[in-house]
């Protein structure tokens, strides 16, 4: 430091105009900011602010002794690059007299931040056959618990995302699988061994691949047409031949993803029927809805089998 933080003058510290002439009792006052997220850390913790000077006051509050009765950062020459360190002045009145005292400021990246500026991860996520809903749920619980997406490859039917939290990693590979079924694989592999406390560090690899089937699909299993409303290690949806709800595990049993198509009713009374969307022909649904004659619904075709959406 070459200037005087209490009034500029050129000096390696506070000058002696400046020193007050009353000692008070007071702890280094020491801050460590993140330069990408506005955290300080304070009692080995890093926390959000949105002003610094709110950070100086709270801190100056607690390492001075005293009853003060106002608190000032002097806020000049502040660092902003990562590994810089200034000391800034604090002016504090306590009763009729005027103190000046420094405050360490060192600007660096907190313990994510960090993570995130190089080639640092703990994990890759293999994502298969998965759709745009899928991939944005896996972006947005990634941004909400502060993982970060070191590497982003996008291969064959699918992408590879290396990730900063392998924990974190675990966990979302579980909710894939449980709200959208699917293949789970996960592995973990030696990487190196810690220090300090000689345990082993591994990287973990979860293998995700998607079903051939989403909530909204109608598949045709056992018999049965289903029109799928919710997916885990089970599929739970309308049973279209018999009008209720069903739940049943697909898991090693044929099925079929019926594609739906467009058509109009040609007939209500007595029973419905639809234009066939080939052949152009009348023909009878084996469910009931109402409807108006002539009105545009969507079908699906279950092997000469004709059921409405």
């Known amino acids: 430091m070459e200037f005087c933080p209490g009034c500029g003058k050129k000096s390696k510290s506070i000058c002696k105009d400046c020193k007050p002439q009353k000692e008070i009792n007071a702890k280094d006052i020491y801050i460590k900011l993140c330069v990408e997220c506005s955290k300080y850390f304070y009692k080995n913790k890093w926390h959000k602010y949105t002003e610094l000077s709110t950070v100086i006051k709270k801190i100056t509050k607690e390492s001075v002794n005293e009853k003060i009765d106002s608190i000032n950062p002097i806020l000049n020459d502040l660092p902003v690059k990562p590994g810089v360190q200034r000391e800034l002045g604090v002016e504090l009145i306590i009763g009729d007299d005027k103190f000046i005292i420094p405050a360490n400021i060192e600007v660096t990246y907190c313990n994510i931040c960090s993570k995130q500026q190089g080639d640092y991860f703990e994990g890759t996520l293999q994502l298969r056959n998965v759709n745009e809903n899928i991939i944005m749920f896996v972006k947005k619980y990634f941004k909400k618990n502060s993982v970060f997406i070191s590497k982003e490859n996008k291969v064959r039917n699918g992408y590879d995302l290396t990730v900063t939290d392998k924990k974190k990693l675990q966990t979302l590979g579980s909710m894939l699988q449980k709200n959208h079924g699917g293949i789970l694989k996960i592995t973990a592999k030696h990487f190196s ?8 560090v591994y990287r973990v690899n979860a293998f995700y691949e998607a079903p051939d089937y989403k909530i909204g699909d109608v598949i045709s299993v056992e018999k049965k047409v289903i029109l799928i409303h919710k997916i885990s290690k089970t ?75």
């Open 193 to 200: 061994q810690d220090r300090q406390t000689s345990k082993f």
């Open 235 to 309: 599929i739970q949806g309308l049973d279209l031949r018999q009008n209720k709800n069903t739940t049943i595990d697909i898991k090693d049993k044929e099925f079929e993803v019926l594609k739906p198509t467009k058509t109009r009713i040609s007939k209500i009374h007595p029973s419905i029927e639809v234009l066939d969307p080939v052949t152009f022909q009348s023909v009878p649904t084996v469910n009931q809805k109402l409807v108006k004659n002539g009105e545009k619904v969507r079908i699906v075709n279950d092997n000469g089998l004709y059921y409405l959406l």
